[in-house]
């Protein structure tokens, strides 16, 4: 068994960036003789060490629609695999550095999300003049938010280390 080195993580990730599928995840880890299964992604979300899929609508009548993760869970799946091999238990691994940095990673969606739905609003703004200020104000508002999370990409280097097991 041998995980994905960081060529074949960077070509997935381009490969997929607006979003990967189950199957495709779980392709990608059995083409390296890796276990890994659908059950077994659905268990990482569970437990909070992968972020969830959002739904995605087919194109076409009755087609329904697909979930699609963000193309940076097979970089953490890969990370878990990593530690699980050195010994580490889930609980440790969700608390660690790869649950903390998930934990991150749904922030930055959720406020990627909320600045988008902020700035729909302003443009439906009707005076100029108030469109601007709000403008403003968002920008402001954004550039806080990242520095924040910024600080605690740094925590989760600090705090998220995983016990050493001899």
């Known amino acids: ?7 074949e993580l960077s070509r997935i990730e381009r490969a997929h960036a607006a979003g990967i599928g189950s199957s ?7 083409k390296r003789r890796e276990r890994f299964s659908e059950a077994t992604l659905r268990k990482y979300v569970q437990l909070g060490l ?8 087919q194109r076409g009548r ?10 940076g869970i097979v970089r953490l799946i890969n990370e878990i695999k990593r530690a699980l091999e050195r010994g580490a238990t889930l609980e440790e691994i969700r608390l660690g550095s790869v649950g ?12 990627e999300q909320a600045m988008s739905r902020f700035a729909q609003a302003v443009e439906l703004e009707a005076q100029r003049t ?7 104000t968002l920008g402001q508002h954004r550039r806080a938010v990242e520095s924040e999370m910024r ?12 016990p050493q097991r001899t």
């Open 1 to 7: 068994m041998s995980l994905l080195s960081s060529a």
């Open 151 to 162: 600080a605690f990409e740094r925590l989760v280097e600090k705090v998220g280390r995983l």
């Open 100 to 111: 903390l940095l998930g934990e991150v990673q749904g922030l930055r969606r959720a406020f």
């Open 50 to 57: 992968l972020p969830k899929s959002r739904r995605v609508g």
């Open 62 to 71: 009755h087609r329904g629609s697909s979930g699609l993760y963000p193309v």
């Open 130 to 136: 108030r469109k601007g200020q709000l403008r403003r």
């Open 24 to 30: 495709v995840i779980v392709e990608s880890f059995r």
